[in-house]
Structure formats: structure tokens, C-alpha cells
Nanobody, 121 residues
Framework: QVQLVESGGGLVQAGGSLRLSCAAS????????MKWYRQAPGKQREFVAS???????NYVDSVKGRFTISRDNAKNTMYLQMNSLKPEDTAVYYC???????????????WGQGTQVTVSS
């Protein structure tokens, strides 16, 4: 099947930076849109950023100008460069990808297990 593995989370002071990665592996034919979501304690999971296979990007307003999403199609990997981090960015960050398997004709959405980002004030 498919695995999405996030990495790069950790503890950082306000104003600092982190770079998250999401690597997809398995019997993959192609990956369409890839997205980052986050979920803070006691809150609903929220959309953070997305990137199409061709590189078109979208961001939630609260991260515009601070976060940059990118991807390497050859490596089936997506990144989230997070700069000027704020305490309110503290959350578990999840990757989400629309993936078509080699043995399938219908793409499906897959989720990673999440990586914790904690920003101290």
C-alpha cells in the first residue's frame, strides 16, 4: 500500500524556523495535490497549505508570508518551510496526499501519522 511519513517537527523558540518533510512510499503511480494540515490541542484540524503536481500553491491566511510549501516529484516528497514561527503555530502537522496507485484506476487520499511542532514564547 502507501505510507506517508512526516519528519522535521520539534521544539523551537518564537521567531525560529523548522522544515517539515512528508515522504510518500509504496506502489505509487502518481501523486496529485499534496497538503499540510495541523491540529492544535482542543481544536479542529485545519488546512495550512497545498501544492498541485504542477507547483501551484495555496495557504491559509495566518501563514502567508511565513510558510513555504514545495515538493520534489521525483522523490515523492513534500516540504513545509516554516519561518517566523509563533506560539499559535503549535500543533501536530499532518500531510495529506491524493495518490493513484499502480494497481488502481481511482486516486485516494492518504494521511500521514503527524509530527509535533511546539513553539515556545
Amino acid at each position: 500500500q502507501v505510507q506517508l511519513v512526516e519528519s522535521g517537527g520539534g521544539l523551537v523558540q518564537a521567531g525560529g524556523s523548522l522544515r517539515l518533510s512528508c515522504a510518500a512510499s509504496g506502489n505509487i503511480f502518481s501523486i496529485n495535490t499534496m497538503k499540510w494540515y495541523r491540529q492544535a490541542p482542543g481544536k479542529q484540524r485545519e488546512f495550512v497549505a497545498s501544492i498541485s503536481r504542477g507547483g501551484s500553491t495555496n495557504y491559509v491566511d495566518s501563514v502567508k508570508g511565513r510558510f513555504t510549501i514545495s515538493r520534489d516529484n521525483a522523490k515523492n516528497t513534500m516540504y513545509l518551510q516554516m519561518n517566523s514561527l509563533k506560539p499559535e503555530d503549535t500543533a501536530v502537522y499532518y500531510c495529506n496526499s491524493l495518490i493513484l496507485l499502480v494497481v488502481s484506476t481511482t486516486p485516494k487520499i492518504y494521511w500521514g501519522q503527524g509530527t509535533q511542532v511546539t513553539v515556545s514564547s
